[in-house]
């Protein structure tokens, strides 16, 4: 986690975080004055920071629907706890690369299986990636690159067919 409140300390723009649950990732992001509007969609809480002050304001976003909320390239980062998450994947991927501008990264408590699977994920869309492992947490860095639309609808309907058809093996195997 060190290594990842370290680099929250260094950004600045606008942060969108999904599905972070640790104190220390929040406490890093609202203590950096440098970002100036954060949403954290756990919490369905968007927190718009000034100098002098800040305002809450209640706001629900739909994971489906990430790329109609923020539009293209609106959010600087994208942190995303992958834990917890597994059906929102797919949708999270297919929007990422479209709604952020610098660095997406994704962690979570992976077993080695999952970790090659996700490693496998984030070649597809050729960014360059930075894959960190700090005590139990895998930490996938990737730098934001332009993926046309089609592609990443491409992408989301394989993941998609691939969800189906690991659901229809484990009620056959019941």
Same mark, same amino acid.
């Given at each position: 986690?060190?290594?990842?409140?370290?680099?929250?300390?260094?950004?600045?723009?606008?942060?969108?975080?999904?599905?972070?649950?640790?104190?220390?990732?929040?406490?890093?992001?609202?203590?950096?004055? #440098?970002?100036?509007? +954060?949403?954290?969609?756990?919490?369905? *809480?968007? @927190?718009?920071? $000034?100098?002098? &002050? %800040?305002?809450?304001?209640?706001?629900?976003?739909?994971?489906?629907?990430?790329?109609?909320?923020?539009?293209?390239?609106?959010?600087?980062?994208?942190?995303?706890?992958?834990?917890?998450?597994?059906?929102?994947?797919?949708?999270?991927?297919?929007?990422?690369?479209?709604?952020? #501008?610098?660095?997406? +990264?994704?962690?979570?408590?992976?077993? *080695?299986? @999952?970790?090659? $699977?996700?490693? &496998? %994920?984030?070649?597809?869309?050729?960014?360059?990636?930075?894959?960190?492992?700090?005590?139990?947490?895998?930490?996938?860095?990737?730098?934001?690159?332009?993926?046309?639309?089609?592609?990443?609808?491409?992408?989301?309907?394989?993941?998609?067919?691939?969800?189906?058809?690991?659901?229809?093996?484990?009620?056959?195997?019941?």
């Amino acid at each position: 986690m060190k290594n990842l409140t370290n680099k929250i300390k260094k950004i600045k723009g606008i942060v969108l975080g999904i599905n972070i649950e640790e104190q220390q990732i929040k406490k890093a992001i609202y203590q950096n004055e #440098k970002i100036y509007k +954060c949403d954290l969609l756990e919490s369905i *809480k968007t @927190e718009t920071k $000034n100098t002098q &002050e %800040k305002e809450n304001h209640q706001k629900t976003v739909q994971i489906k629907k990430l790329k109609k909320v923020y539009h293209k390239n609106k959010v600087d980062y994208l942190l995303c706890n992958i834990n917890n998450i597994e059906k929102y994947i797919p949708y999270i991927w297919k929007d990422a690369f479209s709604i952020t #501008k610098k660095e997406i +990264c994704f962690y979570g408590i992976l077993e *080695k299986e @999952e970790k090659q $699977n996700f490693l &496998e %994920k984030c070649q597809r869309y050729k960014g360059e990636i930075n894959r960190q492992q700090e005590g139990k947490y895998t930490f996938f860095y990737i730098q934001s690159n332009k993926v046309p639309w089609y592609k990443s609808y491409f992408y989301f309907g394989i993941d998609e067919i691939n969800l189906f058809l690991d659901k229809i093996t484990e009620f056959l195997e019941k």
